[in-house]
């Protein structure tokens, strides 16, 4: 009896032992989960695959050396069943703890790649941006904007997406479409637009031209209204718009532009070019800002039917009012910018022609 007594004692000690240890264990690997970790050299990417288990995400995690056990992840899910842990891609760069990890996958935290599109962009300039992201085509992009569908109702008449698609920087992921890409740029259009409070009647489209064209033509801001202000005086008494951006524009749409306005460009009979054709070009030429769509919107009161860039290198325009006076500040700009050239190399500011 008494040996029997004793062997039930030691199975008790053993199964008492047995529960211990795994109390011990299963506390170790809770406590794991909020330990940081890095397998990993200066960063690293992983490309979760809508689907993907818990089971298969954890093996992804720990391959990658995000976290040091692939166990860890089906454990949070048993710790935390309600979370739903969202596809994408997800980037590493530091030490960080599973339960952290497992925290920003349910936020869908994913990475993002920017797309910027600086204020005066034209459609070529953003399907090289997003040539270069890897994942997304340049030319399917050219494609894409050659279908207005996306503003018909805003500007029925609009040829292109070209002046829609808003400067600003986008946030895209690998799974983002140019479709939807071309959304989140007009779809900011609309929102600038709203806020700009444009007079009822607006003619979407025209002044969207009149803006693309006046952002070409300065960076400085505080003269684009009168900028826009030439334009549409030269509009009301049927005189040549003679935009030197709208020829460069036409080049680019035939695909010989060389870097310079030549003699050839200006005789294109491309519908673009403002020298061969009156009135406003048939569509936008690039993607105004803020600051050009409302100086399209409410242009200054002025006389001006010319302007020629200052020789002083600041980017600022002399306007006037007659083609004596223009002629004189064409003179002087020229008579500047020899001397800027003979002295100052590089700091002679690049010829403009000028508007006559």
Same mark, same amino acid.
């Given at each position: 009896m008494k040996t029997r007594g004793r062997r039930g004692g030691r199975v008790v000690l053993s199964i008492l032992i047995a529960a211990g240890l795994v109390v011990l264990?299963?506390?170790?690997?809770?406590?794991?989960l909020f330990v940081p970790f890095r397998g990993f050299g200066d960063e690293v990417t992983i490309e979760i695959e809508k689907g993907t288990g818990t089971r298969g995400i954890g093996r992804e995690l720990a391959r990658a050396g995000? +976290? /040091?056990?692939?166990?860890? %992840?089906? %454990? %949070?899910?048993v710790l935390r069943p309600r979370a739903k842990l969202q596809a994408g891609e997800y980037r590493f760069t530091a030490a960080d703890t599973p339960w952290h990890i497992f925290d920003r996958l349910a936020r869908g935290d994913v990475f993002y790649y920017?797309?910027?599109?600086?204020?005066?962009?034209?459609?070529f300039d953003i399907a090289n941006e997003v040539d270069r992201l890897g994942f997304l085509s340049g030319e399917e992009f050219l494609k894409a904007v050659h279908d207005p569908a996306l503003v018909r109702d805003l500007a029925p008449e609009a040829p292109t997406l070209e002046g829609f698609l808003f400067p600003s920087t986008y946030r895209v992921t690998r799974n983002t479409?140019? =479709?939807?890409?071309? /959304?989140?740029?007009?779809?900011?259009?609309? =929102?600038?637009?709203? %806020?700009?409070?444009?007079?009822?009647?607006?003619?979407?489209?025209? +002044?969207?031209?009149?803006?693309?064209?006046?952002?070409?033509?300065?960076?400085?801001?505080?003269? /684009?209204?009168?900028?826009a202000s030439v334009y549409y005086n030269r509009l009301k008494i049927g005189m040549a718009l003679d935009c030197d951006p709208t020829t460069i524009y036409a080049a680019l749409l035939d695909r010989r532009y060389r870097g310079v306005i030549h003699r050839s460009d200006l005789a294109s009979d491309n519908t673009y070019n403002t020298y061969t054709h009156a009135g406003l070009p048939p569509g936008p030429i690039a993607n105004p800002g803020r600051a050009s769509l409302k100086a399209a919107l409410r242009?200054?009161?002025?006389a001006y039917l010319y302007f020629v860039a200052k020789p002083d290198g600041s980017g600022s325009h002399q306007f006037s009012t007659d083609l004596e006076a223009h002629n004189r500040a064409v003179e002087q700009y020229r008579r500047g910018h020899s001397q800027n050239r003979t002295v100052g190399g590089k700091n002679g500011q690049r010829g403009r022609r000028s508007h006559s």
């Open positions: 264990a299963a506390g170790a690997a809770v406590r794991s995000a +976290v /040091r056990f692939s166990w860890q %992840l089906p %454990l %949070l899910r920017l797309v910027t599109v600086p204020e005066g962009s034209n459609l479409t140019i =479709h939807q890409l071309c /959304r989140m740029m007009t779809d900011e259009f609309r =929102h600038e637009w709203r %806020l700009l409070e444009p007079p009822a009647g607006s003619a979407v489209s025209r +002044v969207v031209t009149m803006a693309s064209m006046v952002e070409k033509e300065t960076a400085v801001a505080a003269e /684009r209204p009168e900028v242009p200054a009161e002025t």
